[in-house]
């Protein structure tokens, strides 16, 4: 018997986790995507921006593929939390250019190399000998990740929620049952911290 490729459904599951990221910045003004909303500072075009260093860094330094445009908040001597805000002169769409452009980028690795080609991930202290199919499945939990922190974000903003615009994954009911849902947990929060 041989052993299936997982590749396909791998690269499906990162597509997904992508799209359901990049849809978070439609329809808002650039002020709603820069908005910082914790306490943090999160942000939606911060989280792409994030993203997209990660696909570089992980596809591209990682398996000696580096990517062929600087990223000055890469760096060492950047400032903290670089990559995590646009700055003034950055516009949603060199962000979201920066972004499928490091997702084309990261393709090419992930279509090239064998899942057991060996890489380095630089910035980790230890265990940095990684294989490609562990990067993969890395990247696709930390897209999905950042991309939830961008749901809850879009939500505080302007009350979009859902996985995707066609698929919001959430109960069909209208705005009275999830008002009348969210106190109900309210109060039961509320009583629960009595005891």
């Not at 000696?64 to 001597?77: A, N, S």
């Not at 057991?116 to 000998?129: M, Y």
């Not at 991309?147 to 505080?156: K, T, Y």
Request: with cysteine; hydrophobic share 40%; charged share 30%.
């Amino acid at each position: 018997m041989s052993e299936r490729d997982p590749r396909p459904e791998l690269k499906e599951d990162l597509e997904e986790a992508r799209k359901s990221l990049l849809w978070k910045l439609e329809g808002l003004s650039e002020y709603d995507v820069r908005r910082p909303m914790v306490p943090t500072g999160t942000n939606l075009l911060g989280l792409v921006k994030h993203v997209a260093t990660m696909e570089v860094g992980y596809f591209g330094d990682t398996f000696g593929r580096p990517f062929d445009e600087p990223l000055p908040w890469f760096t060492r001597d950047a400032e903290p939390n670089a990559d995590m805000w646009a700055a003034a002169e950055e516009s949603r769409e060199q962000i979201v250019g920066l972004y499928r452009r490091a997702c084309a980028h990261s393709d090419v690795t992930i279509n090239t190399l064998a899942l057991d080609a060996v890489g380095h991930v630089p910035w980790w202290q230890e265990g940095n000998e990684v294989t490609l199919l562990r990067i993969l499945v890395y990247m696709i939990a930390e897209t999905n990740r950042h991309a939830g922190h961008a749901d809850i974000v879009r939500e505080l903003i302007d009350g979009a929620a859902g996985w995707r615009p066609d698929d919001e994954s959430l109960p069909a009911v209208d705005k009275a049952w999830w008002e009348d849902y969210r106190s109900r947990l309210e109060r039961v929060a509320r009583e629960s911290g009595k005891g």
